[in-house]
């Protein structure tokens, strides 16, 4: 362990070019990936059992011969048809809807019709005629135009059901951020006036001290107001450090702070402004209200699977016999406590699902928060 005191702001992000980037409103569903991919092949072999057993009229003269042969065709559609579709993912997440779903829905057809052609000229060179020359192959027209309305009408039924899906998800992608965003937005706004006030009694008598204080609270609004995402852990310690200096400002020895900083990568990433509502909350509803103030501990660690992020600080014990006023204000204290660290924990999930835990105890009079936070670069 280390005690921290200074800190360095980490380079700016570089951003990806568009061309790299996730598109913002998809439409449809990632399909490259290996859960999806075996829930393709799943639906395709579950497809060919049923055309088997309706080609075989039931399961009394059922054919495993045809079983394999459909299977080995609907496999080879669903399979390059959901290639195809993942290469075209970004270019079609540029288009109109009516645009990218006539064009994945010839796609598909166009697919299952080549496929259909070189499966009959395959299967004719392996049927016993190895040697006898192709050109007195002819295709079997009906069979092609079996394959391309099966084709037509469940490829219709799944494109439009990815579509839904991926639409559902589009929006709740967009509620999540707008409820990270609402949460990660929310500063106290007597900590805005205190800080107004005390950037307005130092520019007479510590003008460089009032333009530092000017430049932390910058950075802490210009954090505040930025998207939500994923931002390096230590700026986010850069943005608890810069809090921490302005209240240091206006409690004095009251506010002691202790850095317990282990080492840790450097690209890991967690919420913007997770940290500084805890050190927030650390001082509003346990340092100020004690007469002498006390001392906040932030203790940071990292072992091989997970971050572990501990905010300690005292608080004030209040006697059951205490006027009902008093009690009644500590126990708003405590809501607003208790909403704060819901706050967090919501966006701690929408980011890394069950993964990310928060826990807090209250025990001698320390008040303890604990986060587990998954290692994301």
């Given at each position: 362990?280390?005690?921290?005191?200074?800190?360095?702001?980490?380079?700016?992000?570089?951003?990806?070019?568009?061309?790299?980037?996730?598109?913002?409103?998809?439409?449809?569903?990632?399909?490259?990936?290996?859960?999806?991919?075996?829930?393709?092949?799943?639906?395709?072999?579950?497809?060919?059992?049923?055309?088997?057993?309706?080609?075989?009229?039931?399961?009394?003269?059922?054919?495993?011969?045809?079983?394999?042969?459909?299977?080995?065709?609907?496999?080879?559609?669903?399979?390059?048809?959901?290639?195809?579709?993942?290469?075209?993912?970004?270019?079609?997440?540029?288009?109109?809807?009516?645009?990218?779903?006539?064009?994945?829905?010839?796609?598909?057809?166009?697919?299952?019709?080549?496929?259909?052609?070189?499966?009959?000229?395959?299967?004719?060179?392996?049927?016993?005629?190895?040697?006898?020359?192709?050109?007195?192959?002819?295709?079997?027209?009906?069979?092609?135009?079996n394959n391309m309305a099966i084709a037509a009408i469940l490829s219709g039924i799944l494109l439009r059901y990815l579509y839904l899906q991926q639409q559902l998800r589009n929006q709740q992608q967009a509620e999540m951020q707008a409820r990270i965003q609402a949460l990660q937005s929310r500063i106290r706004p007597h900590f805005l006036f205190n800080s107004m006030n005390s950037i307005a009694s130092l520019i007479a008598t510590d003008p460089d001290t009032a333009e530092r204080v000017v430049e932390d609270l910058s950075e802490l609004f210009r954090a505040s107001l930025a998207e939500p995402s994923l931002i390096p852990l230590e700026r986010e310690l850069e943005l608890c450090k810069h809090y921490l200096d302005i209240e240091q400002l206006r409690l004095g020895r009251r506010l002691q702070l202790d850095w317990q900083i282990g080492n840790y990568n450097k690209e890991i990433k967690i919420p913007s402004?997770?940290?500084?509502?805890?050190?927030?909350?650390?001082?509003?509803?346990?340092?100020?209200?004690?007469?002498?103030?006390?001392?906040?501990?932030?203790?940071?660690?990292?072992?091989?699977?997970?971050?572990?992020?501990?905010?300690?600080?005292?608080?004030?014990l209040v006697k059951k016999n205490n006027h009902q006023g008093s009690g009644s204000q500590r126990h708003s204290e405590q809501k607003h406590n208790r909403m704060a660290l819901d706050n967090i924990r919501r966006r701690l999930t929408a980011h890394f699902g069950s993964a990310a835990r928060l826990s807090s105890s209250a025990e001698n009079g320390i008040f303890t928060t604990y986060i587990f936070c998954p290692l994301t670069v």
């Amino acid at each position: 362990m280390e005690t921290v005191s200074t800190m360095t702001a980490p380079e700016t992000d570089k951003k990806q070019p568009a061309s790299l980037a996730e598109p913002a409103n998809p439409f449809l569903p990632e399909l490259c990936t290996s859960q999806s991919v075996f829930l393709l092949v799943l639906v395709a072999e579950l497809l060919a059992l049923l055309l088997t057993i309706s080609a075989s009229s039931g399961l009394q003269h059922f054919d495993w011969d045809k079983l394999a042969l459909i299977s080995v065709q609907v496999q080879w559609v669903v399979v390059f048809s959901a290639i195809a579709l993942c290469r075209l993912r970004f270019w079609l997440a540029r288009q109109s809807h009516v645009r990218a779903g006539c064009t994945s829905y010839a796609l598909v057809l166009f697919i299952t019709l080549v496929l259909s052609v070189l499966g009959q000229w395959i299967i004719y060179g392996v049927s016993g005629m190895a040697f006898i020359e192709y050109q007195d192959f002819e295709f079997d027209g009906w069979q092609l135009l079996n394959n391309m309305a099966i084709a037509a009408i469940l490829s219709g039924i799944l494109l439009r059901y990815l579509y839904l899906q991926q639409q559902l998800r589009n929006q709740q992608q967009a509620e999540m951020q707008a409820r990270i965003q609402a949460l990660q937005s929310r500063i106290r706004p007597h900590f805005l006036f205190n800080s107004m006030n005390s950037i307005a009694s130092l520019i007479a008598t510590d003008p460089d001290t009032a333009e530092r204080v000017v430049e932390d609270l910058s950075e802490l609004f210009r954090a505040s107001l930025a998207e939500p995402s994923l931002i390096p852990l230590e700026r986010e310690l850069e943005l608890c450090k810069h809090y921490l200096d302005i209240e240091q400002l206006r409690l004095g020895r009251r506010l002691q702070l202790d850095w317990q900083i282990g080492n840790y990568n450097k690209e890991i990433k967690i919420p913007s402004l997770m940290m500084q509502p805890l050190v927030e909350n650390a001082i509003f509803h346990g340092v100020e209200p004690l007469p002498k103030g006390g001392k906040i501990t932030v203790k940071v660690s990292q072992n091989d699977k997970q971050l572990s992020i501990v905010i300690s600080n005292p608080y004030l014990l209040v006697k059951k016999n205490n006027h009902q006023g008093s009690g009644s204000q500590r126990h708003s204290e405590q809501k607003h406590n208790r909403m704060a660290l819901d706050n967090i924990r919501r966006r701690l999930t929408a980011h890394f699902g069950s993964a990310a835990r928060l826990s807090s105890s209250a025990e001698n009079g320390i008040f303890t928060t604990y986060i587990f936070c998954p290692l994301t670069v």
